[in-house]
C-alpha cells in the first residue's frame, strides 16, 4: 500500500489544469505569479530608496543584502534542507572573507581567488560537520558554535598571517585594470553573484542530494531505511553550505574594505540564523527577504530617528529596541500568515 504524497505547487497546477476543475486558473497563476512577486517588489523598492536615500547610499545598501543574502543561501542549505543545527555559520564565511582578501593581497584576479574561497569555506564545513557522526540535535549544534569560537581565536593569533586584531586592508574588486569602485559597480557584481549562487542553490535542490536532504530533514530513520547514508548526506550539505557561505565572505570583504576577526564573530551567525528563519528557512527566497529585513531595517530606523525632533530620540539603545520591536512584529506577522495558510515557517 503507498503512502500518500503532497504534490508541489508545479504538480498541483498540472492536476488542477488537466482535471479543467474550476481551480485550475487560480492554482496556475499562484504558481508562475508568486516567484515573480519578489523580484519585482525589489525592482519597484530600489528606485524608491535611491529617491529618498540617495543613489550611492542606497546602493551600498543594496549590495550588502545581496551579499548578505549569498551567505544566507548556505544557512539554508544546511538549517532549511537538511534539518541540521549550525550556530557557527559566521566562521565559514570568514573563512572564504579571509581567504579571498589574502590572494587579492598579493595580485590574483577574482577568476582564481573566488573558487579557492569557495573551496576553503567548504573544508572548513566539512570540518564543523565531522561531530555529526557522533552527535544530534542540540549537541551538533553546539560543536558548531565551538568550531566558529576556534576560528575566530585562530583568526585573532595567527597575525603573521591575517595581522591579528589589528585588522587587515582589502583591495577593491577587480582585475585586468578594472576595478568595482563605484557604489554602482559594486551593485552589479553582487546581483550577478546572487544570481550564480541561486541558480546553483537551486540546481542542487531539485537534484536526487536535495532530496536526500528534506528526507532526512523530515525523518532521519524512514531516510536510514530508505538506503540514504546519512552522514555522507549531512556532511555535503556542510561542504556545500560552507562553500556558498565562503562565496559571500569573499563579496563582504571587498565590498567593506577591512576586514578583523571580531566582525565573524558570533553575532554574524546568530544574525544569519536569524535571517533565514525571518524570511522563511525552507525557501531560496528566504535568504533575500531576511537579508532585507536584517540590513535595511536597522538603517530606515537610523534614518528616521534622525528626521524626528526631540531630544529622547537619540538616547543610547533606542535604535536597538525598536529593531527588535520590528523583529517581534514581523515574526507574530508570518506565524499569522503560515496559520491562514495551514503551513509552517519553512
Known sequence: MGVPVKPGRAEAADIAARNDSPAAAGIVRASFCRPLAGPALAALALPLACLLLGTDYALGQATLVATYAIAGLGVVLIVGQAGQIVLGQGALVALGAYAEALLAAVGWPPLLSLPVAVALGACGGAIASLPARRLGGLYFGMSTLAFALVV???????????????????????????????????????????????????????????????????????????????????????????????????????????????????????????????????????????????????????VARDALPGEGVGSAGLETALFGAVIVALVLWRLRGEKRRGGSLR
Open 152 to 302: 575566530e581565536e585562530v583568526l585573532t593569533r595567527w597575525s603573521g598571517l591575517t595581522q591579528g586584531a589589528a585588522g587587515m586592508l582589502v583591495p577593491a574588486f577587480g582585475g585586468g585594470g578594472w576595478r568595482a569602485q563605484t557604489p554602482l559597480a559594486q551593485f552589479l557584481v553582487s546581483l550577478v553573484a546572487l544570481a550564480l549562487a541561486w541558480m546553483a542553490c537551486r540546481r542542487l535542490l531539485r537534484s536526487r542530494l536535495g532530496r536526500a536532504w528534506r528526507a532526512i530533514r523530515e525523518d532521519e530513520a524512514a531516510a536510514a531505511a530508505c538506503g540514504i547514508d546519512l552522514a555522507r548526506t549531512k556532511s555535503a550539505a556542510f561542504i556545500l553550505g560552507g562553500g556558498v557561505s565562503a562565496f559571500g565572505g569573499a563579496f563582504y570583504a571587498h565590498w567593506i574594505g577591512f576586514i578583523s576577526p571580531e566582525q565573524f564573530g558570533l553575532m554574524l551567525s546568530f544574525e544569519l540564523l536569524m535571517l533565514v528563519f525571518l524570511g522563511g528557512v525552507g525557501r531560496l527566497s528566504g535568504a533575500l527577504w531576511g537579508a532585507l529585513v536584517i540590513v535595511a531595517v536597522p538603517q530606515l530606523i537610523a
